[in-house]
């Protein structure tokens, strides 16, 4: 199946739907709950997709729930308690029943589901969309990071990690980090694409930049190249290219 780009109109209209042309299966204690190979990629945020499925994919009775606040639902969303195999789960789901292209379709939120499976491969933190591309290339680029006129890190030996959607990031080898400067903190992230990252924070002086360079100790296979190594967040360090200062990205990470 062909896989057209997505419409550029944000929810607040029409939520952009590409059709999705993988095995995607859900399962919850140790059984196939979502069984799907004809299914919608829908944003109903800008940055990834969830997946909609047919109800005839879904091995469990949907139970409309009352309308509540606490659901935090899209406009013009229904939630729904997913049923399967005597156990409930509260607002499991949500439909779109009053739109045009959505009304047959229904999405399962993806921390209800045990494991989720994109052919063989398991799927983490949430569904990943078809337009996002991982490249980590190594490089020889001379790269110098420094906060507050201190020098925290000096390297030829980068790996630059681009990934559609972000700002282009520089990972470079411990032992081209002064070390000394950063403390690992306790805060983790994880992303579908690269995996789960451990924080740092820098003291500079008395003043503390909190969660301003991250690792991946055992990236998702597409990241590989970058395990082990230190990236600093562009938009809040200075950083300089061969010489040349580069100007701070504007992102949500930042």
């Given amino acids: 199946m062909a896989i057209d780009e997505p419409s550029t109109t944000p929810l607040g209209g ?4 590409v059709p999705g042309d993988k095995w ?35 091995d469990g009775t949907l139970v409309e729930r009352p309308a509540s606040k606490n659901d935090n639902l899209p406009e013009g969303a229904v939630a729904y308690d997913l049923v399967c195999d005597g ?9 779109y029943p009053d739109h045009d292209v959505l009304k047959d379709w229904v999405t399962i939120n993806f921390d209800a589901v045990d494991h989720w499976f994109e052919e063989d491969i398991e799927v983490f933190v949430h569904p990943r969309s078809p337009y996002t591309r991982i490249d980590a ?24 990690l ?6 282009a990031r520089f990972y470079l080898p411990m032992t081209d980090v002064r070390l000394g400067l950063i403390t690992e903190n306790t805060r983790r992230a994880a992303c579908p694409y690269k995996g789960e990252s451990a924080f740092f924070d820098v ?18 296979p597409e990241s590989t190249p970058i395990a082990g190594m230190i990236s600093f967040l562009n938009e809040v360090v200075d950083i300089d290219v061969d010489g040349e200062r580069q100007t701070r990205p504007i992102s949500h990470f930042g």
């Fill in 14 to 17: 029409t939520p952009q739907t």
């Fill in 24 to 58: 995607i299966r859900g399962m919850i204690n140790g059984r196939v709950i979502i069984n799907s190979r004809d299914y919608l990629n829908v944003w109903e945020i800008p940055y990834w997709p969830w997946w909609f499925f047919r109800s005839s994919d879904i």
């Fill in 87 to 95: 156990e409930t789960l509260p607002g499991a789901a949500r439909s």
């Fill in 137 to 160: 290339l190594a490089s020889s680029r001379h790269v110098v990071v420094s906060v507050g006129g201190v020098e925290l890190a000096n390297s030829l030996k980068p790996t630059m």
């Fill in 162 to 167: 681009f990934e559609t959607g972000a700002p």
């Fill in 203 to 220: 003291q500079i002086g008395d003043e503390v930049h909190q969660d301003i360079a991250w690792t991946y100790v055992l990236p998702r």
